[in-house]
């Protein structure tokens, strides 16, 4: 019988175990009892305990020399830790195993190889005593074993363990967070093994890592072992699922990005002679085949079953987690290996906004994706290993292929973190957001394209992507106590292009986005006319067949490519800004702009005057492109039906006049976007005199109106604003555009139908914002580096206009 005081099995253990057997095995412990009702795989396993721990210090009489040892360390420049770190390992290197604790390990393994006769491979993991907790992490700093197979071999690998706890990393991580060196034991875990280098594995967060937005599960995952992903040696898949989706039954994966997945790690086979009952890892990181580095490691079901065990582990434990997730090649099913408190965001809730903003460019060096949203400048300093870590100075830019957690003490003096390979869930992310500090990561060839030495400007705050740019070049700060914000009883809303960038504007202190263009997808993401998809078999540019033919490889058909691509953007900025409205305003190319577009060219006419064109309201029914439309309205039904993402209102551009507006109203509803069904509201831009002349009868067609204040501005003056030798004439604060604003919002407002503005003279005339609170207009929408201004000035012009004393916006900027 085994000793119960020197291991105890997963069945035993729950998170009020921490001090038995640490974050780790206590948190597998409480998964493996409680979640399994949930449906929720947890591999089994059993830990040692602290007390074998102690009792392996005490049998070889090693507490006082390593107290002693430890005590000779350079607590402040660490000048001796390499030393003190060999010697001290050294120690329990040569030491011995007690008997009892042999003896409950083997019994224990045997015991678990019995019920689980086609697992006998384990994977055996420290765990500290102070490891996992929500105040300070000890993840990846001690180490672990995989595919162990045997008894021998098993009693190596805890030894093995419990000498890590010394690692130079380690024991330098103690210091920083003051925990005493002698009051942390080691628990090792023993686990039956998740065959994931025959499949995938990856990571979890319960909490948007980035910005720290509570409402989605980030998955990551590459193909083979999990310590890829874990120490940034790829760019791995992400998928964002959306909580409130995963908990009422619709399609929570919002959207879904594919990574290069480089690297394949698997287990080596054994070398001739060589016995395969051995702790050691004998790995293997082989080149993924290129077929395989284009497939997603998880189907859509997987992501959304994977997403709702993630989300029933963040409720058990009341807190956001790091989750680690494999999948097993043998049987196919899915398993969690560990889940522990996320430590960055955590309890903190940050209500202060610092933005920056490049006020000029230059050439690109480097693009990956971005970590933080920081802009420095500064040396760069390219470092193969810690090794070279002292050529680092405090300030300069760090340049390197990848980091793990030997590189701690060297990414302490960096200014910002740039790597070739890694995703946001890899080692120099989650150090660098520890340390506040930004990084790009995943470059792929930073360090071949920057010279040691060089002065760069690293870029992170233009939302996913991060840029390396040639040179020092200039930026502007703005600070904001978003606290201290005062909001306009008038709706204030964003005009938002790239969904990029939808995380870090939801955080920004607006009421819902206004106008989210639909062409900066289908421009920057799409690439492809719609029609060329829907009728691929009669294009004739064998250029553009080709790269159809690439980009939609993986659909089922090619206008699938189309509807996911889109509803994906557009569902995944209508998940971050949730429940606040979104209003999506449908394509709004011109014929030249659409002609631009792969394939393009064979589906739209020359016209000599495009703005005043087919476009708009007068496509969408037209046979020319009807079909595509369908594709339009297909994406924006995905959004508002299958991910229940109602928050989505529809908006019609150019509608020239009532008939047409009707028309396209009942074209939706006959392609599945039903006005009223669900909440569906559809709006109508009033852009054009016709609109304004005729608001009356536009309100009995559409929900609202949205004034496009550049094209009204124009078509009132007769005034092309692209053309420099007229430009000065342009102007929304002219008399006959005033009164033609004057018109709608009062004709709306009688007939009960909301009515906003999108454009810049708000934000740019203090004037204009008094003018349009006067006549009651109840939305502005700006673009992100206006919004603080013009929440400024609309609560100036909202204290003028009720004769109060104006409050002020907090602002400071910094340049």
């Not at 020197?6 to 001090?19: M, Q």
Request: net charge negative.
């Amino acid at each position: 019988m085994k000793n119960a005081a020197l291991t105890l099995f997963f069945r035993e253990l729950a998170n009020d175990k921490v001090a038995l057997v640490g974050g780790k095995n206590a948190s597998l412990g409480e998964m493996f009892n409680k979640l399994r009702d949930q449906g929720i795989s947890v591999p089994d396993g059993f830990a040692t305990t602290a007390a074998a721990y102690w009792l392996f210090l005490d049998e070889n009489g090693l507490r006082t020399p390593l107290t002693e040892l430890l005590a000779t360390l350079d607590t402040k420049n660490f000048t001796n830790l390499p030393d003190v770190g060999a010697r001290a390992r050294s120690l329990v290197r040569r030491a011995t195993l007690p008997a009892t604790v042999v003896t409950a390990i083997r019994e224990s393994y045997r015991e678990l190889t019995a019920e689980y006769r086609d697992r006998t491979e384990v994977a055996v993991r420290s765990s500290a005593t102070a490891e996992d907790l929500p105040t300070a992490s000890f993840a990846g700093q001690h180490d672990s074993f995989l595919n162990v197979r045997g008894e021998q071999a098993v009693l190596e690998a805890c030894q093995r363990c419990y000498e890590s706890l010394f690692n130079d990393r380690a024991i330098k991580y103690r210091v920083v967070n003051e925990f005493d060196h002698m009051q942390v034991a080691l628990s090792v875990g023993v686990q039956t093994m998740v065959h994931s280098d025959l499949a995938a594995a990856g990571v979890a967060f319960t909490i948007e890592p980035e910005t720290g937005h509570d409402q989605f599960v980030y998955l990551t995952g590459s193909w083979g072992l999990g310590e890829n992903v874990v120490q940034g040696a790829v760019n791995p898949d992400e998928f964002y699922l959306f909580k409130p989706s995963l908990r009422d039954g619709h399609q929570a994966l919002v959207t879904k990005k594919l990574g290069d997945k480089a690297k394949t790690m698997r287990y080596a086979a054994p070398t001739a002679g060589a016995s395969s009952d051995h702790p050691v890892n004998n790995i293997i990181n082989t080149d993924t085949p290129a077929a395989q580095r284009e497939l997603f490691v998880l189907t859509d079901a997987e992501a959304e079953q994977l997403g709702r065990w993630c989300l029933v582990i963040e409720e058990h434990y009341g807190m956001p987690m790091d989750i680690e997730w494999a999948k097993d090649g043998l049987n196919n099913e899915l398993y969690i290996v560990q889940a522990r408190p996320e430590t960055i965001h955590h309890g903190h809730q940050d209500l202060r906004l610092h933005e920056y903003h490049l006020t000029e460019t230059g050439p690109v060096l480097a693009t990956g994706k971005a970590v933080g949203s920081q802009i420095v400048s500064g040396v760069a300093r390219i470092i193969d290993s810690p090794a070279d870590g002292h050529r680092l100075q405090p300030g300069e830019i760090l340049v390197t292929d990848i980091t793990s957690p030997d590189w701690n003490a060297v990414l302490q003096n960096a200014a910002v973190i740039v790597t070739n390979k890694g995703g946001r869930t890899s080692h120099a992310a989650i150090v660098a957001r520890e340390l506040g500090l930004s990084a790009v990561v995943g470059t792929l060839d930073a360090t071949a394209r920057i010279k040691d030495g060089q002065v760069i400007t690293v870029s992170c705050a233009e939302g996913d992507a991060g840029q390396v740019f040639d040179g020092q070049l200039a930026w502007t700060e703005t600070d904001l106590d978003l606290a201290q914000v005062v909001r306009p009883e008038t709706k204030a809303l964003l005009i938002l292009a790239d969904p990029g960038r939808a995380l870090q504007l939801a955080r920004y202190p607006s009421q819902g986005v206004g106008l989210m263009r639909m062409e900066f997808v289908i421009n920057n993401t799409i690439r492809v006319h719609p029609m060329a998809l829907v009728e691929f078999d009669k294009l004739t540019d064998e250029h553009a067949r080709a790269e159809i033919e690439q980009l939609t490889a993986h659909y089922p058909s090619k206008p699938d490519y189309f509807v996911e691509k889109l509803a994906q953007a557009i569902g995944f900025v209508a998940a971050a800004f949730y429940p606040r409205e979104v209003i999506v305003r449908l394509s709004d190319f011109k014929t030249n702009e659409y002609a631009n577009l792969v394939g393009g060219r064979q589906f739209e006419p020359h016209e000599e005057n495009p703005m005043l064109g087919f476009r708009g309201a007068s496509r969408y029914y037209s046979p020319q492109y009807r079909e595509g439309f369908r594709l339009e309205c297909a994406a924006l039904r995905r959004v508002r039906r299958d991910m229940g993402l109602t928050n989505v209102k529809v908006m019609v551009p150019f509608c020239r006049t009532v008939a047409e507006g009707q028309q396209v109203v009942a074209l939706m509803e006959e392609f599945g976007l039903k006005q009223g069904e669900e909440g569906l509201e559809i709006y109508v831009m009033a852009e054009i005199p016709s609109n304004v002349i005729l608001a009356r009868e536009f309100a009995e067609v559409f929900d609202g109106f949205s004034i496009g204040s550049n094209d009204l501005t124009q078509l009132t003056l007769g005034i092309d604003r692209d053309s420099a030798i007229i430009s000065q004439l342009f102007d929304e604060r002219n008399e006959a555009v005033t009164q033609l604003l004057t018109q709608v919002i009062g004709t709306a407002k009688h007939c009960e139908r909301p009515i906003g503005l999108c454009g810049q003279a708000p934000s740019d005339y203090p004037e204009f914002a008094r003018f349009l609170v006067e006549q009651g207009i109840n939305s502005i929408s700006f673009t992100p580096d206006a919004l603080l201004q013009g929440m400024a000035n609309m609560v100036a012009a909202e204290a003028a206009v009720h004769g109060k004393p104006a409050a002020s916006t907090p602002q400071k900027a910094l340049v």
